[in-house]
């Protein structure tokens, strides 16, 4: 009996018994810790976060009374779950210093851009792989991580990473590694995108005669609501912009000038041009370990 509350326990609360590593404790890895304490899903001492800098290491000790080590080995050994939150240009060096030194039962969780599965599966000499491409929003609990694994990840780790992801927002689990790539271009680099028209809309505010302060107010909350909206409703986005385009109205006008500058065929580029930028990273990740 004992036994069997264990289990449905852990299922309840995947995190419960977990450790989990922070390799780089950049603003991802602030962000997904503040997420998983404020959520109560892991007690701060199963948490070590790994960083060269003695007073970054204690800003996060005093934030949030997590365990920290200046060795990447160090932080690694013994957890469930080893998160590389480091920087692409440093997870060469990181995949060096914890080539073979992971245990079959431990999952390496990679949210480095451009970094394959294949890649750091030979970097760290390791099978059991997780590749998350979050977002910026990641860091306010809002944001969306897609991401893919290798098959010997089992379902008790699955769960444990969904939990962790959670608490970033929302995650999305995908067969094949192809759409993680897809993600970054979308999801990962979708902000900058959403953050320039914005911008756009704002400056154009500006220019009808708005003070600025007032422009922003109006934009956010109307972004906001609209993203809202659109979720609510669950309607096709073709479907709810022809609910507030009446013939000859101003929605109508601003349409036309708008597939008139070719809106549509300017974000395909630019998606699809993040895309090729994101394979290109992951070739020059697998030259810099071939050096």
Sequence with gaps: ???????????AAPLATARLAFVGAGVMAESMIAGLLKQGLIAPDRIVASHPRA??????EDRFGILTDE??????????????????????????????????????VSVVAGASIDSLSRGLGHDAIVRVMPNTPAQIGQGMSVWT??????????????????????????????????????????????????????????HMGFPRRIAE??????????????RDSGKHMAELRNMVTSPG???????????????????????????????????????????
């Design 71 to 108: 060795s990447n080995r160090e932080a690694a050994a013994g957890a469930d779950l080893v998160l590389l939150t480091v920087k692409p240009q440093v997870l060469a060096q990181v995949m060096k210093q914890l080539h073979g030194r992971l245990e079959p039962r431990q999952v390496a």
């Design 249 to 291: 109205g101003t929605s109508a006008e601003a349409i036309y000038q708008m597939e008139k500058g070719g809106l549509r065929t300017v974000f395909s580029r630019a998606v699809y041009a993040a895309y090729q930028r994101t394979q290109t990273l992951g070739r020059e990740q697998a030259a810099k370990e071939r050096e």
């Design 55 to 60: 007073d970054r290491r204690r800003r996060l």
């Design 1 to 11: 009996m004992s036994g069997d509350r264990t289990e449905a326990a852990a299922g």
């Design 149 to 206: 694994s290798t098959p010997d990840i089992d379902d008790a780790q699955r769960g444990q990473i969904r939990s962790v992801l959670g608490a970033l927002g929302e995650e999305l689990w995908v067969e094949e590694e192809k759409y993680v790539d897809m993600a970054t271009a979308l999801s990962a680099t979708g902000p900058t995108y959403v953050f320039l028209m914005m911008e756009a809309l704002i400056d154009a505010g500006v």
């Design 217 to 230: 107010q109006i934009v956010l909350q109307t972004v906001a609501g609209s993203v809202a909206f659109a």
